[in-house]
C-alpha cells in the first residue's frame, strides 16, 4: 500500500485530468436544478428529503416511518402501501397524458409501433387478468424472457399489478443460464417468444426455453408472444400463445395496494466479476429512487424524447426504461436491435427520425462508436439532443470528449452515472444544469446520497474503496435466497458501511472519480495501480479504440501489466505501434504503469451486457483454463485471444 501522509492508501492515483466542462448557460437557464443549494438541504435532512421525493408518488395509504436501519437491512416508508403499475399507468390516465406516447418503439428490421399510456394500461390490465385467472397470486416469481419489444415492459408492468415479482432473464442469455435463473427463484410461469430479431438475425428464445426447461421440475406454463413467426416446437400441456392467452382477459384488475416492502422483482448481476446474484429490490423505495433520479438527472420535462439504449434485461432498462420514466409520464424509445444493422449508423438514424433529446448508453457502445467513425453520426441530424448519459463503466475522458463534441454538438450537458443493480437507482452523478463536468469523473453524489472512499480501516483516503455510508431508498433488500451472502458481499469488508467493489479516488474538489473494480486493481511493484487509469492513458492514444488491462503474475514486480488494445479502422497494427503506445502511457501517467506487453485485440471479451471481463484476460495471460464463461457475450473472442497469446508465448 502506498503512504500518503498517515494513511494507507489501497490504490495509487495516477490519472491527472485537468479539463472542465461547465454546463451550457441555455441549459441551465431552463434546468429542473439550478442551484447548489438542493445539496445542502438534502445533506442537513436526508429522510425530509427522500419523503419529499416519495411524495411525488400515489400512496394508497400513507407511511407511518419514514426508515428502519437495522444494519444490514434497511426498512424504507413503513406501513405505506402503493401499487407501482398504479403510479406507472392509472395514475397517467386520469389527466392528459393519457393520450401521450408512454413508447415509441423500433423493431430491427424497420417496423415500429406507438404505444400510448392508454394502450399500455389497457394491455396491461389484460395480462394482469389473464395471469391472475391462470392463478398467478401475490409472492409468484415469474420469469421472464424476452426479446426488447413492447409486451416485455407489458408483462413485468402486469405482474407488478397483482404483486408477483418479476425475474427477467436477459435475452441473450443460454438456455443453462435460463434454467440456473428459473431454478433459483422456482417460478411457475415462464413468459418468452418465438423469437427476436438482431443483428438480421433471429433468436431463437422459445428453442432456448425448450432446452432450459429440461431441467426445470416446477415451471407449469409457458407463455409464448409471437414476434418472428419462425418454427418452433410445441408443448400442448405447457405452451400457450400470448394472443391466447389473454383472449377472455378482463379489461380491468384493480391495482391492488401492496406494502412498501414488498418484494417488486428480483433481477441477476451481469456477472463480471462470477457468479451471478439474484438482487431483491421492493416496492416504495425503489420507486422513490428511481423515479427521483430519473427526473433529476436527466432534468426531464414533458415533451422529452428519452431513448435508454440499454436492454430492459439489466438494471438500467428495469430503473432506466421502465419503472423511473413510467412513473414520470416520460415518452420513452425502445429499440429491438444492435447499433450496427442495417448499417452502423442505426442509432443516428433513431435519434433523428423520433427527435431523441435525451440519450442514454453506455461506454461500450460510445468506444464502439469512436472505432467505426465519425461518418455515421455525421450522417444524420442530432440537434434535436439536449442531454447526453452514461452507465456501465467507467468512460474513459477521450471517449467522454468524443461524445460530448461528436454527438453532444458542444451542446449538450453528459451525466456519467454511476450505480450498480444493488443500488437500484443512480447514486453518483452531476446535475446537468449545475455541475461542471471532468471527463471521466462522475462528480459528485446524488443528494441525500453519503459516499466516501475509504480504506481497510474505513478512514477517509483520497484514493481506495467506495462505500456508501447511509441507506437510500432504492437499496437491494437481499441477495434472493442467499442472507450469509449479501452480509459478507455488501457489509462485511468495512463496518458499518456499503461496500460497493469499485475503487474510486476523490480530487482536491470533492470529485469522485470510479477507478474500476478492486478485484481487478493491479500490484506493480509494490503499487496499486488501477485499470481505469491505464486504460484512459491507452485510449488517450490516437489509434487506440478500447483497451483492457490486467496484472499478470511477474517474478521481480509481482505482477506485469498486460495491455489488449482494439486499434480504430484503418491503422496498421505494427510492432513499431506498440511500443509507440507503451511509451504514451508511461509518458501520460508515469513509467510505472508502462505495460510490458501489449496485444492487439480484434475484440475484447464482455459480458452480455457489454462490460469487459478481465478475469478471462487474467486467465488467458496466466495459461489457465477460462473460469465461468456464461456470461461471456462471444466466446470465439477469448478463444481467439488466448490462441495469440500462447502463439505469442511459444
Ligand atoms: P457482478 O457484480 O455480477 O460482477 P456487474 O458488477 O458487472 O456484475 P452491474 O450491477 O450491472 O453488474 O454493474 C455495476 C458495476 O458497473 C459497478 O459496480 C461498476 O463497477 C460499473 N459501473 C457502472 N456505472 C459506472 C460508471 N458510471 N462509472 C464507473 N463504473 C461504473
Ligand atoms: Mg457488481
Not at 290 to 302: G, K, M, N, P, Q
Not at 313 to 330: D, E, F, K, M, R
Request: charged share 25%.
Amino acid at each position: 500500500m502506498a503512504k500518503t501522509g498517515q494513511r494507507e492508501e489501497p490504490i495509487q492515483a495516477l490519472l491527472k485530468e485537468g479539463r472542465k466542462f461547465p454546463p451550457p448557460k441555455e441549459f441551465t437557464k431552463a434546468a429542473r436544478v439550478k442551484s447548489p443549494a438542493i445539496y445542502k438541504e438534502a445533506a442537513a435532512n436526508p429522510l425530509r428529503f427522500w419523503e419529499k421525493q416519495a411524495k411525488e408518488l400515489r400512496w394508497l395509504k400513507p407511511w407511518k416511518k419514514t426508515l428502519e436501519w437495522k444494519l444490514p437491512y434497511a426498512k424504507w416508508f413503513i406501513g405505506g402501501k402503493l401499487n407501482v403499475s398504479d403510479n406507472c399507468l392509472d395514475r397517467h390516465v386520469e389527466g392528459p397524458r393519457r393520450n401521450k406516447a408512454a413508447f415509441i418503439w423500433e423493431g430491427e428490421p424497420g417496423d415500429s409501433r406507438v404505444l400510448t399510456y392508454w394502450d399500455l394500461y389497457r394491455e396491461v390490465n389484460r395480462f394482469a387478468s389473464a395471469l391472475r385467472k391462470h392463478g398467478v397470486k401475490k409472492g409468484d416469481a415469474v420469469t421472464i424472457y424476452m426479446p426488447m419489444i413492447p409486451e416485455l415492459p407489458i408483462a413485468m408492468l402486469a405482474c407488478a399489478r397483482i404483486g408477483a415479482p418479476h425475474s427477467v432473464v436477459f435475452g441473450g442469455f443460454s438456455p443453462e443460464s435460463l434454467r440456473d435463473r428459473i431454478n433459483d427463484c422456482k417460478s411457475k410461469v415462464v413468459i418468452t417468444a418465438d423469437g427476436g430479431y438482431r443483428r438480421g438475425g433471429q433468436v431463437a428464445l422459445k428453442k432456448n426455453t425448450d432446452e432450459a426447461l429440461k431441467g426445470c421440475a416446477f415451471v407449469s406454463s409457458v407463455i409464448v408472444f409471437k414476434r418472428t413467426g419462425q418454427d418452433i416446437d410445441w408443448h400442448r400441456d405447457r405452451d400457450i400463445w400470448w394472443h391466447d392467452f389473454v383472449k377472455d382477459a378482463d379489461a380491468y384488475v384493480k391495482p391492488e395496494p401492496f406494502d412498501a416492502e414488498d418484494m417488486l422483482y428480483l433481477l441477476y448481476t451481469s456477472g463480471s466479476t462470477g457468479k451471478p446474484k439474484g438482487i431483491v429490490h421492493t416496492t416504495g423505495g425503489y420507486l422513490t429512487g428511481v423515479s427521483a433520479t430519473h427526473r433529476l438527472i436527466f432534468d426531464l420535462r414533458e415533451e422529452d424524447v428519452y431513448w435508454c439504449t440499454a436492454d430492459i434485461g439489466w438494471v438500467t432498462g428495469h430503473s432506466y426504461i421502465v419503472y423511473g420514466p413510467l412513473a414520470n409520464g416520460a415518452t420513452g424509445v425502445m429499440y429491438e436491435g444492435t447499433p450496427d444493422f442495417p448499417d452502423k449508423d442505426r442509432f443516428w438514424r433513431i435519434v433523428e427520425k423520433y427527435g431523441v433529446t435525451i440519450l442514454y448508453t453506455a461506454p461500450t457502445a460510445i468506444r464502439t462508436f469512436v472505432r467505426w467513425g465519425d461518418e455515421y453520426p455525421k450522417r444524420c441530424n442530432l440537434s434535436s439532443l439536449r442531454l447526453l448519459g452514461t452507465v456501465g463503466e467507467p468512460i474513459n475522458p477521450e471517449a467522454w470528449v468524443w461524445y460530448w463534441k461528436v454527438i453532444g454538438g458542444g451542446r449538450c450537458p453528459i451525466v456519467d452515472t454511476w450505480w450498480q443493480t444493488e443500488t437500484g437507482q443512480i447514486l453518483i452523478s452531476p446535475l446537468p444544469g449545475i455541475t461542471v463536468c471532468k471527463p471521466g469523473s462522475a462528480t459528485f453524489p446524488f443528494p441525500g446520497i453519503e459516499a466516501d472512499v475509504v480504506n481497510d480501516k474505513g478512514e477517509s483516503v483520497d484514493a481506495g474503496y467506495l462505500v456508501i455510508k447511509r441507506p437510500w431508498p432504492a437499496m437491494l433488500r437481499g441477495i434472493y435466497g442467499d442472507p450469509e451472502r449479501y452480509q459478507r458481499q455488501y457489509w462485511s469488508q468495512i463496518k458499518g458501511v456499503y461496500f460497493t467493489g469499485d475503487g474510486a479516488k476523490r480530487d482536491k474538489e470533492g470529485y469522485f472519480w470510479l477507478l474500476g473494480r478492486i478485484d481487478d486493481v493491479m500490484n506493480v511493484s509494490g503499487h496499486r495501480v488501477s485499470t481505469m487509469e491505464v486504460e484512459s492513458a491507452l485510449v488517450d492514444h490516437p489509434a487506440v479504440a478500447e483497451a483492457a488491462v490486467i496484472g499478470r503474475t511477474h517474478e521481480i514486480k509481482g505482477q506485469a501489466i498486460s495491455a489488449f488494445v482494439t486499434i480504430k479502422v484503418g491503422r496498421p497494427q505494427t510492432e513499431e505501434l506498440k511500443k509507440e503506445i507503451k511509451e504514451h502511457v508511461a509518458k501520460k501517467i508515469g513509467a510505472l504503469a508502462r505495460p510490458d506487453d501489449v496485444i492487439y485485440a480484434a475484440e475484447l471479451p464482455k459480458t452480455r451486457s457489454g462490460k469487459i471481463m478481465r478475469r478471462l484476460l487474467r486467465d488467458v495471460a496466466e495459461g489457465r483454463a477460462l473460469g465461468d464463461t456464461t456470461t461471456l457475450a462471444d466466446a470465439t473472442v477469448v478463444s481467439d485471444l488466448k490462441q495469440k497469446y500462447e502463439d505469442k508465448e511459444g
